[in-house]
């Protein structure tokens, strides 16, 4: 999942939506919470993997950013997000003995 940054656009500060902002909150909510009873039911740490780094990397510049009062954010922060919000869905639904569900996203 590595990313070229072809478009400058996709590097770009704009101002975050409310739904961006929301989102955000339930990704570091869900996160957290899905490690957390990984923990409990398995016994061990849930290691993020590493095609995700990159995401968690930008998740995390965001998060300074918003503790900051910066309420912007990138495409490519928000394609960050979106990733870790379906993995995290997945992971969710892989401790439960779900069938994983794509998230359809409205742009």
Not at 42 to 61: C, G, K
Not at 64 to 89: F, P
Request: glycine letters at 2%.
């Amino acid at each position: 999942m590595s990313r070229k940054h072809n478009k400058v656009s996709d590097t770009i500060l704009k101002p975050s939506s409310k739904d961006t902002l929301l989102l955000f909150t339930a990704v570091g909510e869900r996160m957290e919470d899905v490690i957390g009873t990984w923990r409990r039911v398995n016994q061990t740490d849930l290691l993020i993997p590493e095609v995700l780094y990159t995401e968690v990397q930008f998740w995390n510049r965001m998060k300074v950013r918003y503790e900051k009062g910066d309420m912007r954010n990138t495409r490519d922060e928000l394609r960050a997000l979106r990733l870790l919000a379906q993995w995290s869905l997945d992971m969710n639904c892989k401790l439960r003995n779900q069938v994983p569900k794509i998230i359809q996203w409205k742009d």
